[in-house]
């Protein structure tokens, strides 16, 4: 990986690409861009058929200019350093700050893959990439650009191997707040690739995490338990103690859902179609009284349905507090009749 650092001051981890992938890349853009420079020549030989020698040159050399040279410049201007054949093999050209390159650091190395590629079969490219550090050829030297990998294999990660079963639960008790987190990336590498370490140097890697683990923690290991056994069995326990961590969090968020949903339904909304501020009024049900049968030669004679009674609105008081009317009580409400 290539420490490449940007304007402000971040320095960002790529890998720059090798000879092999980079050769390869200008291997499947030469072969598509003679082929666009034959095809184009061969309709120019049938148009310019009329023409004298010179007009031929001519217009032999701006083709060359143009397809061989201009378009390759065109191509990774427009993509940002992403040619066909760069993007097939996963590379791309950047600044030497991890930027993407503009149209003067395309042409740098589009003039200078001329010389050094076209003109001497990619001898001289070949060279300075071999002796270059990060893989460069002169126009990335000379534009100051960098071509990199987009494309990287993914990690494959390796679960932590488990404690022995006469190890699990024995560090209930043991005070892991002080252990960083730098020594807890340790132990883990070592337990994923401890089968692929030689058994010494193992077994003194695994000592001295162990040391640096009861220094942190303050409780030295049970007596006849090896190394590589004490720190399994110490990052089991870490691992179940953030999982229960996690599950008590998950309640605690759901039960505080439940009770906001349950509050907001039982009595925290509105009653559909109640007034606010007003009283609730009971309005009692609307009987239909079914239709009389009069006998046989008359028409049925169907009863009036007769609406409830309103409810009378509250009266206000009398000023003073007394009663007005024959009926009133002191309260100043008329009884129900």
Same mark, same amino acid.
């Given at each position: 990986m290539? @420490?490449v650092?940007?304007g /402000?001051?971040v320095v960002?981890?790529l890998?720059?690409?090798r000879l092999?992938?980079?050769?390869?890349a200008v291997?499947?853009?030469l072969v598509v861009?003679w082929?666009?420079y034959?095809?184009?020549?061969?309709?120019?030989?049938v148009? &310019?058929?009329s023409?004298?020698?010179a007009a031929?040159?001519a217009v *032999?050399?701006?083709?060359?200019?143009?397809i061989?040279?201009?378009?390759?410049i065109?191509?990774? &201007?427009?993509?940002?350093?992403?040619?066909?054949?760069?993007?097939v093999? @996963?590379l791309?050209?950047?600044? /030497?700050d991890g930027g993407?390159?503009r149209?003067?650091h395309?042409?740098v190395?589009?003039?200078m893959?001329?010389v050094?590629?076209?003109?001497?079969f @990619?001898?001289?490219?070949?060279? $300075?990439?071999?002796v270059s550090?990060?893989?460069?050829?002169?126009?990335?030297?000379?534009a @100051?650009?960098?071509?990199v990998?987009?494309?990287l294999p993914?990690?494959r +990660?390796?679960p932590?191997?488990?404690?022995p079963p006469w190890?699990?639960?024995r560090?209930a008790g043991?005070?892991?707040?002080?252990v960083p987190?730098a020594l807890?990336?340790?132990v883990r590498?070592?337990? &994923?690739?401890?089968?692929?370490?030689?058994?010494?140097?193992?077994r003194?890697l695994?000592?001295?995490?162990a /040391?640096?683990?009861? $220094?942190?923690?303050?409780t030295?290991?049970?007596?006849? +338990?090896?190394? *590589?056994?004490?720190?399994?069995g #110490?990052?089991?326990e870490?691992?179940a103690?953030? &999982?229960r961590?996690?599950?008590t969090? =998950?309640?605690a968020g759901?039960?505080?859902g439940?009770?906001?949903g349950a509050g907001?339904?039982?009595g925290?909304?509105?009653?559909?179609?109640?007034v606010?501020g007003a009283?609730?009024?009971?309005?009692?049900?609307v #009987?239909?009284?079914?239709? #009389?049968?009069p006998?046989s030669g008359?028409?049925?004679?169907?009863?009036?349905?007769?609406p409830?009674?309103?409810?009378?609105?509250p009266s206000?008081p009398p000023?003073g507090?007394?009663?007005s009317?024959?009926?009133s *009580? =002191?309260?100043?409400f008329?009884?129900?009749a």
């Open positions: 290539s @420490g650092v940007t /402000d001051a960002l981890g890998q720059p690409a092999p992938s980079r050769a390869l291997l499947v853009d861009v082929a666009a034959l095809l184009v020549m061969l309709g120019l030989a148009a &310019t058929a023409l004298d020698e031929v040159a *032999s050399v701006a083709a060359f200019l143009l061989l040279v201009g378009a390759p065109a191509v990774e &201007t427009l993509s940002h350093g992403r040619s066909l054949g760069k993007m093999c @996963g791309r050209v950047v600044r /030497d993407p390159i149209f003067r395309a042409l190395r589009g003039a893959g001329v050094e590629i076209l003109m001497t @990619g001898v001289v490219a070949c060279v $300075a990439s071999l550090e990060r893989g460069r050829r002169l126009g990335d030297v000379f @100051g650009t960098l071509v990998r987009e494309r993914a990690a +990660v390796l932590v191997p488990p404690p190890l699990v639960g560090f043991l005070d892991l707040s002080a987190e807890w990336l340790e590498q070592y337990l &994923t690739r401890a089968r692929e370490l030689d058994p010494a140097v193992g003194r695994a000592e001295r995490l /040391d640096e683990l009861v $220094a942190r923690t303050g030295p290991p049970p007596a006849g +338990v090896p190394a *590589s056994a004490y720190l399994a #110490v990052v089991a870490r691992q103690r953030d &999982t961590r996690a599950f969090e =998950a309640g759901a039960d505080v439940n009770r906001t907001t339904g039982a925290g909304g509105f009653e559909a179609g109640r606010f009283p609730a009024v009971a309005v009692p049900p #009987v239909a009284v079914p239709p #009389v049968v006998p008359a028409s049925p004679v169907t009863p009036p349905v007769t409830p009674p309103a409810a009378s609105p206000a000023a507090g007394s009663s009317g024959g009926g *009580s =002191a309260t100043g008329v009884p129900p």
